[in-house]
């Protein structure tokens, strides 16, 4: 439980920073890293048991990305060991694995892609929410889970960022990534039914405003992938 405080304080700490501080790009790039390092650290010195889904998807899959030469024979080869596997996430098991053989490293670069997505789509609706309170509430919930369910969380990563981009009007991108989470977990079809649903509600009069129903909707969808 310490460890758990320490580094998520640590983190909160220089996310108000980031919130609050008006410098340079590279001021907030540096207090960014900051803020992902505790929770990325966290990443690589966890357990290979925590979940089953970290064993089987996780260390096995990268094993075999590691053993192989080509990504065509690797897909292949998986398609036989573990065909349920989406390409999206064989695709980034096979290129962390031409950069390092260890495992620890994979998972501490797939939670920094994972987080630094998370953080993100907060910091889009810097003007509407509280990024400190929303971190926070993303530590408590999601981010814990995250260690047990490897293709889903980044999947949900990549579709939060994605329907974060849409609703600040940057469509290709967001539409690009929001199609692209289908390819690292199938379940992401429903949040790409939770964002028609989002739009469809635009059409009504609803007595909550947009930002609340985004993430009420978008929390409950991420119950539902876990």
């Not at 260890?102 to 953080?119: D, T």
């Not at 059409?203 to 119950?223: A, M």
Request: net charge positive.
């Amino acid at each position: 439980m310490v460890p758990y405080i320490l580094f998520y304080s640590t983190s909160l700490f220089f996310c108000f920073f980031y919130q609050k501080t008006t410098g340079t790009k590279l001021s907030k790039a540096i207090i960014l890293v900051l803020v992902l390092l505790p929770l990325v650290l966290m990443s690589f010195g966890a357990d290979i048991g925590i979940g089953k889904d970290k064993l089987l998807y996780g260390f096995e899959a990268f094993d075999y990305a590691r053993s192989q030469t080509s990504f065509i024979d690797y897909r292949y080869l998986m398609s036989i060991e573990q065909p349920k596997i989406e390409v999206g996430y064989l695709l980034l098991n096979y290129l962390i694995s031409r950069l390092t053989n260890n495992f620890s490293i994979y998972c501490l670069c797939y939670s920094a892609i994972m987080n630094f997505l998370m953080f993100k789509s907060f910091s889009l609706f810097k003007e509407k929410v509280n990024i400190t309170l929303a971190w926070f509430m993303y530590l408590l919930s999601y981010f814990p889970i995250s260690f047990g369910v490897f293709r889903q969380s980044l999947a949900i990563s990549i579709a939060f960022f994605g329907i974060s981009l849409l609703e600040t009007r940057r469509k290709k991108s967001g539409f690009v990534l929001l199609l692209l989470s289908y390819f690292f977990h199938s379940s992401a079809l429903f949040i790409i039914v939770v964002y028609i649903v989002l739009i469809l509600m635009k059409k009504i009069s609803i007595p909550v405003s947009k930002i609340e129903i985004y993430i009420i909707l978008l929390g409950i969808i991420t119950l539902l992938f876990l």
